[in-house]
């Protein structure tokens, strides 16, 4: 593995500038950077619309009778997956995107369990980006004009969400360092820093 094909997958902290280091990442590596913008290949492709990936984004799955009421609503999304529930329906569908995002090449892709999606391609380095809590309270803060106790409480129900929904539809535990090639804490070195460590690991990883 190399920087040439290497597929960069980054769960990460609400807070901690995972998204900043994945973007930062893919602009040095000069490959396609996927946060958002896989919402909107992944309905595209679906022929499912927006507003339901948008709608269920990295949130856990619903109960039985939420997506039984759910389905009645006129998205427009296709006949295909008659009788699954839509979280379920989105997940399926935002996986066969990762899936064929990873087979056309090198790239970053920020959380959606892309790490599990692409576990079994020899290309993969999956990244986890944590930090300390008073750091990623201060960055929600400067980010979002949020007050101290807001920002906390946005880190610790997004946080909750990603979370089940990690652990919900793939086989591992999100933040667990068992469920990652790499876990940097970024409060310990900086957007920059993590960078650099990530592309140290594409090439220690390459050579063994």
């Known amino acids: ?69 759910m389905d009645t609503y006129p998205y427009g999304y296709a006949s295909s997956f008659n009788g699954m529930p839509i979280d379920h329906k989105v997940f399926l569908a935002q996986f066969d ?24 391609n020899p290309n993969l380095l999956s990244v986890f980006i944590y930090g300390e809590m008073e750091d990623k309270i201060q960055r929600l ?16 129900k997004t946080d909750k969400k990603r979370s089940s929904y990690y652990n919900y539809y793939s086989n591992k535990k999100w933040g667990d360092a068992k469920s990652y090639h790499l876990c940097l804490n970024s409060s310990a070195f900086g957007i920059e820093g993590c960078v650099g460590l990530i592309r140290d690991a594409i090439l220690r990883k390459n050579n063994g």
């Open 1 to 69: 593995m190399n920087e040439s094909n290497v597929i960069i997958t980054l769960g990460r902290q609400t807070g901690s500038g995972g998204r900043k280091i994945g973007r930062k990442l893919a602009e040095e590596l000069n490959i396609p950077f996927y946060d958002r913008e896989l919402l909107t290949r992944a309905a595209k492709e679906s022929g499912l619309s927006q507003a339901l990936f948008e709608g269920h984004d990295e949130k856990p799955t619903n109960s039985f009778l939420y997506s039984l009421v």
């Open 97 to 120: 995107a990762i899936k064929k995002i990873g087979s056309e090449g090198a790239c970053v892709i920020v959380g959606r369990c892309a790490d599990y999606a692409l576990e079994n």
């Open 141 to 156: 803060r400067e980010e979002y004009d949020v007050s101290e106790a807001k920002a906390r409480e946005m880190i610790l």
